[in-house]
């Protein structure tokens, strides 16, 4: 029986897991290859998958799971939408990209199935913030310690020392895995989607069905909120240096600046936001910003008025 060749995709918000996955399907080691996505969201509107599916053509379905954690709220509907890849689309290779605080293990245990093998899994972290990250959600460590390969992104934001002090907690964590230092995910795929799982397998403890209460026990909470029709970046930007965000983790969504012709993918992690200039709408001219942090829903009306205060 031919078995599918799964890999799966961690680590914390706004890491550039996503930014991995694009980077796979423009390189040669997709082309020509079936490869089926399943993407997790946190937030009610899935951005990432959106965003992935509008560039996946031909090559394999994107799957978009929102609203909920393939560890807790959704993991009965990701073993379903599993079950259906396999069934009907047949691909070559599965690739499932958790959400930034989920627990990798529990999505291994959702992957059991006769038809499916382990290739990796891979943890994507921001360099930069990591420390920090550790210190937020009781996630990060597991996202490490159960990966194949650990992607040191956004190393041109540190300098070597940091670098350095980043790659030994890693290593305290997780003494087998290979640790790549990149920039803009920069890392190539035939290394990563091939390693035949040296030892996640191995080490993944048995299931615990009580160890799904990470986002209450973290205070994570999601919020999306529209945006107005034209935003002015510069007010843009001192809103994101504001007080308002100061618990927000991360920040996406689709906006348009005034001036522009089409939408911006907006994306935001503190202290550093971009904007990524569309070559068409792949959001159904919806204009929204979803925020990821801690307990959000108490600065809502925070945000909210931040975020309309940027209009053109």
């Known amino acids: 029986m031919h078995r599918i060749a799964y890999a799966v995709v961690t680590g914390f918000l706004g890491a550039g897991k996503t930014t991995l996955l694009r980077r796979l399907l423009r390189s040669d080691f997709a082309a020509g290859r079936r490869i089926a996505f399943v993407v997790n969201d ?52 599965l690739i499932v990209e958790s959400s930034g605080v989920t627990n990798p293990q529990t999505v ?35 996202q490490v310690y159960m990966a194949d390969f650990v992607l040191l992104n956004k190393r041109d934001l540190v300098t070597a020392e940091q670098l350095a002090r980043v790659e030994a907690q890693v290593r305290r964590f997780n003494a087998k895995c290979g640790i790549i230092p990149t920039s803009h995910a920069d890392a190539p795929p035939e290394v990563l989607f091939g390693a035949h799982a040296a030892h996640a397998e191995r080490d993944l403890p048995p299931a615990d069905d009580h160890a799904h209460d990470h986002l209450h026990h973290d205070e994570i909470e999601s919020l999306t909120l529209a945006a107005p029709a034209f935003l002015v970046e510069d007010k843009l930007a001192d809103f994101l240096r504001s007080h308002a965000v100061r618990d927000v983790y991360r920040a996406k969504g689709f906006v348009q600046i005034a001036g522009d012709a089409g939408p911006s993918l907006f994306n935001f992690v503190p202290r550093r936001f971009g904007l990524e200039r569309l070559a068409r709408d792949i959001s159904d001219g919806r204009r929204f910003v979803q925020f990821v942090g801690r307990r959000l829903k108490q600065h809502e009306h925070a945000l909210r008025s931040g975020l309309m205060a940027c209009a053109a």
């Open 108 to 142: 291994l245990h959702g992957l059991k199935h006769p038809r499916l093998r382990l290739d990796s899994v891979i943890t994507v972290i921001d360099a930069e913030r990591f420390l920090d990250y550790m210190r937020y959600s009781a996630a990060v460590e597991t």
């Open 42 to 93: 946190l937030a009610d509107v899935d951005v990432d998958g959106q965003l992935l599916a509008s560039e996946a053509g031909p090559q394999g379905p994107v799957v978009r799971l929102s609203s909920g954690c393939i560890c807790c709220t959704i993991r009965g509907e990701f073993e379903a939408t599993v079950q259906n890849i396999i069934e009907v689309h047949q691909p070559e290779m």
